[in-house]
């Protein structure tokens, strides 16, 4: 599986769109995109995949660039129990290689 | 999505003794996955547990150290054995769901002194 980097934190003021970046440049035609959250050491949440379409669902949306080696996660208005670790994942096998994250703050 | 669930959710073991963790799907999933969180740590995948087979094991772990059960399509098992301070870590339990998605547990909490 493609290896992804991400900013280690990053701030978002209450009621603003967090847009939450990830570099997949190694990533593969088959492989798809994950991202998940992690809230104060739970168990990782899904939140959102695509292929090479932009997705959008209930909790957020993912724009993938056309050559599909960055994509950003962006959550339209964050509050505080956002504040999370996010992890974008790039999956072919489902052997989830996990990063390290970026830690958002979402602040009042 | 799945809904699963561990047991137990937190425990304190004593070194050299070996601890079961279980973990419970509300539905038949075909792929189950035990992954391992040392403290201020990313996820590190153990092991995928596969129904009616020997597990297969991630590079760095070894049956030995955490042999895992998976008697039927919807529960598995994953033993901390022999454990030592540095086992001290959340493990999670994670399931392919039918949609695609891979969901995790909510974790046990494992600290050994």
């Known amino acids: 599986d493609a290896k992804t980097t991400q900013p280690t934190s990053m701030d978002c003021a209450e009621g603003r769109a967090a847009n939450l970046p990830c570099n997949h440049s190694?990533?593969?035609?088959?492989?798809?995109v994950y991202w998940y959250r992690q809230i104060h050491s739970q168990g990782p949440q899904y939140i959102i995949h695509g292929l090479k379409n932009n997705e959008t669902n209930e909790m957020a949306s993912l724009i993938i660039t056309e050559d599909r080696k960055s994509s950003t996660l962006i959550l339209p208005h964050a509050t505080l129990r956002d504040t999370a670790v996010y992890y974008c994942i790039s999956v072919g096998t489902y052997k989830y290689i996990f990063g390290t994250g970026t830690r958002l703050k979402v602040l009042a | 999505s799945a809904v699963i669930s561990q047991k137990p959710s937190r425990d304190i073991c004593q070194r050299g003794t070996s601890l079961t963790i279980q973990c419970q799907v509300d539905s038949q999933v075909t792929m189950m996955f035990w992954y391992r969180q040392q403290p201020g740590q990313s996820l590190t995948l153990i092991a995928t547990a596969n129904q009616g087979s020997e597990a297969t094991y991630e590079s760095g772990f070894v049956i030995d150290k955490f042999p895992i059960s998976r008697p039927n399509l919807t529960f598995s098992t994953l033993t901390v054995s022999n454990m030592s301070p540095e086992d001290s870590s959340i493990y999670l339990c994670s399931v392919l769901s039918g949609s695609g998605g891979v969901y995790f547990g909510p974790g046990t909490r494992l600290l050994v002194l």
């Open positions: 190694t990533i593969s035609g088959n492989e798809y």
